[in-house]
């Protein structure tokens, strides 16, 4: 049995991919800031574990826990977007926060559960992007430090693949999607997009390593 963990899986994407993995036969380690109030992950089969992913204490504690068990995949989905102004608005308080949540946070989850990862048949690391992240891509501006902290775990993804040569290391964006971060007026449900984003892990494909890939499985340029 393929085991994934999804980190920030008690809502939106993360939740809808955790209810997808286990549909398709995956064991899900699903984790939330607050474990106990995590029911629908719970609910959905998967075992919940605690984890602020911006916390570096949390993720220690995480990987203690899990110590000797392998994982197959992993998905860094957890992130923020406290800040949608432009230039002159800009929260400058906020670019810390999202930084060690959207950047620092993978990273550090990455290393944490590396042996565990080792440990595993699959050896994926899929942390999710956003078009919001591609350079070549922007051309509305606004929206500096999710923009920037998107653009650094492509390269983290780019980075990874190079270092880990035995590992499929990808950035996955979901897609404009109907969750709290995304909005009503998003074009895609949660569980379109979460389909797609376990076609993508799931099917990871050692030749696709250091890319960046949408729900789709076509490639985003950088
Ligand atoms: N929605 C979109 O249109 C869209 C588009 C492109 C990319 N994305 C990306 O897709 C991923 C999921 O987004 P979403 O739309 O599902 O967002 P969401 O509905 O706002 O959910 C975010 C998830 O991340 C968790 N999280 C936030 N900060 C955390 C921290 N410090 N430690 C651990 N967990 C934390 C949240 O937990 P709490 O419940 O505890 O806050 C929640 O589970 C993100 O990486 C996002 O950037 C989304």
Redesign the pocket.
């Known amino acids: 049995m393929t085991t994934t963990l999804i980190?920030?899986?008690?809502?939106?994407?993360?939740?809808?991919l955790a209810r997808v993995a286990i549909e398709n036969g995956h064991a899900v380690l699903g984790?939330?800031?607050?474990p106990a109030a995590a029911t629908e992950l719970r609910d959905a089969g998967a075992r919940v574990l605690g984890?602020?992913?911006?916390?570096l204490g949390?993720v220690e504690a995480l990987a203690g826990e899990l110590a000797g068990e392998p994982i197959d995949i992993l998905v860094?989905?957890?992130?923020?977007?406290p800040d949608k102004a432009g230039i002159e608005a800009t929260d400058l308080d906020a670019f810390s926060r999202t930084m060690?949540?959207?950047v620092r946070?993978p990273i550090a989850v990455t290393r944490a559960l590396l042996p565990n990862l080792r440990a595993g048949d699959r050896r994926v690391i899929a942390t999710?992007?956003?078009?919001?992240g591609s350079i070549a891509k922007a051309d509305s501006g606004r929206s500096y430090a999710?923009r920037m902290s998107?653009a650094a775990v492509n390269m983290m993804a780019k980075a990874l693949a190079a270092e880990l040569t035995d590992f499929v290391c990808l950035a996955v964006?979901?897609?404009?999607?109907?969750?709290?971060?995304?909005?009503a007026g998003?074009s895609i449900s949660?569980r379109e997009?979460a389909a797609g984003v376990f076609r993508v892990v799931d099917g990871a494909r050692a030749e696709q390593t250091g890319g960046f890939i949408r729900y789709d499985g076509t490639t985003l340029p950088w």
């Open positions: 980190t920030g899986a008690n809502r939106g994407i993360g939740l809808a984790t939330a800031r607050d984890l602020d992913v911006a916390d949390s860094n989905n957890a992130a923020i977007y060690e949540t959207n946070g999710v992007s956003s078009s919001m999710y998107k964006d979901p897609g404009w999607v109907r969750t709290d971060m995304g909005g998003a949660p997009s």
